[in-house]
RNA sequence: AGACUCGUGGUGUAAUGGUAAGCACAUCAGAUUUUGAUUCUGACAGUUAAGGUUCGAAUCCUUACGAGUCUACCA
């Protein structure tokens, strides 16, 4: 693995940064469940750590009570466990409430910080430059005296600046709800910009990576490290490194779309299959391998960019290929007669020494595996064409029974000796016929320019027939091949879910 | 509109200013095959454009064009 990120460290170190200080940290807000985007914030830290074998932290970055809560800390825990990833210290940027508080004072006091308020009754903002009142009013912010949306702390850099973030941004407002973890203790909150750097900093992180939509913020982020910056306390100034972030068309990302489409009653929890949280993911039957794997395999640059979720399919199919058993299911079957083939007999074919399966003269094969015109690129059972059964006999259809101009019988006769056999179906016998449930969906997915959800209805169950003594042996939890068809998981007793359909080249 | 960031085959990524721009996926052929899968072999295809600096530019500079992010009391 290379990537930039990698070199501008190895250049900190060319530059005099000892080994021993490097850090790292990934810092989730507590406001939803991961999904596909964190893991490539987490996979880079993480991975960063391991090459340079050094520390980082877990930490929360809870300073909205607004949208945060235990549950979602909880599930992030589990979520990061679950891809493998473990972590040196777990901290909360709510353990620091205190110093930034007393940091924000203390800019007050330098001049470099002030209070803004609304004044109702004039429809104005009106700034204070006096310290002794903006502390007086930065006090009663903390005492609760003052309502959400009056009052609150301006960092004072320029107003002239043309990046916005640099435009006296706000650094504390008033919140008037229970934190959480710090519950009642608090009515002032940092924001983003006031708390996340100086985390860094206290923690004393080397190496902040962040998505680049916080490239903007990054000389906010080096002011205020600048202004809090004591040497004897940390020398050590860490550094945002931004990449690009995980833009997948076919699938959403966006914790606000999720919310939208638990609103809107479409999907009941963040667990829904047609979703990419690590947590549908999971339910689907998909391990933590698959989805690192693909992360791997998208790589860390600063440009932007569009893939597919087939890109993970591709990952998730190299692995499954070589192992998941097979077995074969039909879903739309037809009847078959094998005319040469006794009556009332049941032959058990060996598929290993464990299991067998039972071949009668009644079988079901697929639909769509048979043609009654002729055609040279069509290799499966026609009356030309000469197949083979999975597992079983060759043989060539003679005769079809149609109603209402649908094929309803085929009849078939075994061949021997037949050489060049250019296609293998599945079948399953007429009288071991087992129903199974099978749950298939798509992605939803957002199509920003057309501002349209796509696929929201996506998730049907369609039915499907297998054998009834082969399934017997399946163990709950696997995922298994249906033959030619794809990829599916079996969750529980006689049900499966999706994960990915074989490309049909025909 | 401005500020910031980024432009390498269809897609995702490599290449201390120095070999003929490498790899993977996709696509298309051929071989193997009891999955039209897999596997193997091969082919196709690229530095956004125009200038400049240099013995030498994907890389440095300028301009144009294109894309993304931001312009929240979210992170």
Redesign the pocket.
């Known amino acids: 693995m ?3 990120i990698i ?1 501008e460290i190895n250049k900190d170190i060319n530059n005099g940064l000892s080994k021993k200080k490097l850090k790292f940290r990934f ?3 507590p ?1 939803g469940v991961l999904h596909l985007g964190h893991v490539k914030a987490l996979y880079i830290n993480f991975k960063l750590a391991k090459l340079f074998n050094c520390k980082i932290n877990l930490r929360f ?4 009570p ?3 809560n235990l549950f979602y800390v909880k599930k992030i825990i589990n979520n990061i466990k679950w891809l493998g990833f473990k972590w040196n210290k777990l901290s909360f ?1 709510s353990d620091y409430f205190l110093i930034l508080y007393k940091w924000a004072k203390k800019l007050i006091i330098k001049k470099k910080a002030y209070i ?3 004044n109702k009754n004039t429809q104005k ?1 009106y700034n204070v430059y006096d310290i002794d009142k903006n502390l007086y009013h930065f006090n009663n912010m903390k005492l609760g005296k003052y309502d ?5 702390l301006r960092a004072n850099i320029s107003k002239e ?5 640099l ?1 006296n ?2 650094i ?4 008037k709800k229970n934190h959480y973890k710090t519950l009642n203790k608090w009515c002032i ?5 006031w ?2 750097g100086q985390s860094d900093y206290i923690e004393k992180i080397s190496h902040s990576l962040c ?9 906010l982020y080096n002011l205020f490290i600048n202004y809090i910056y004591n040497k004897t306390f940390n020398s050590l100034k860490p550094k945002q490194i ?1 990449f ?2 995980l ?1 997948i068309i076919d699938t959403i990302t966006s ?2 779309q999720f919310n939208y489409l638990i609103k809107k009653k479409i999907i009941k929890n963040y667990e829904d299959p047609r979703l990419s949280t690590l947590n549908s993911f999971k339910k689907k039957g998909y391990k933590s391998i698959y989805i690192i794997n693909f992360i791997k ?12 979720i ?2 993970l399919d ?1 990952e998730v ?2 692995i499954l ?2 192992k ?1 058993p ?1 077995i074969m299911v039909l879903f739309n079957p037809i009847k078959l007669i094998i005319k040469n083939f006794k009556k009332k007999y049941v032959k058990w074919i060996k598929l290993n020494n464990k299991y067998k399966i039972p071949f009668t003269r009644y079988i079901y094969i697929e639909y769509d ?1 048979f ?1 009654l015109k002729h ?1 040279n ?4 059972l026609s009356l030309k064409n000469y197949i ?6 060759i043989i060539k259809a003679y005769k079809i029974i149609k109603k209402k101009n649908k094929i309803k019988k085929i009849y078939c006769k075994i061949y021997k000796n037949i050489k060049n ?6 079948w399953v016998s007429y009288n071991f016929i087992k129903k199974i449930k099978i749950l298939n969906y798509k992605y939803i997915y957002f199509n ?2 057309k501002n349209k959800i796509y696929n929201i209805n996506s998730l049907k169950s369609i039915i499907g027939y297998t054998d009834k003594i082969y399934i017997k042996n399946l163990k709950i939890n696997n995922i298994y ?5 794809g990829f599916f998981y079996f969750y529980k007793k006689n049900n499966f879910i999706k994960i990915l359909y ?5």
């Open positions: 290379n990537n930039f070199k810092a989730p807000e406001n970055d809870d300073t909205n607004k949208n945060e940027t803004q308020y609304y903002n959400e949306n009056m009052f609150v600046l043309p990046n916005y973030h435009k941004p706000i504390y407002r008033i919140i909150y940092p924001t983003y910009d708390a996340h998505s680049i939509e916080f490239q903007n913020h990054k000389p931004e690009s972030k833009n914790k606000r395999k998208i790589g860390f640059t600063k440009r932007n960019y569009n893939i597919s087939k890109t591709i199919k190299k290929i070589k998941a097979i595996d043609k055609d690129t069509f290799y499966r083979r059964l999975k597992y079983s006999y056999i250019k296609s293998t179906i599945q920003k320019k091949q249906f033959l030619r068809i074989m490309e049909k080249k025909y």
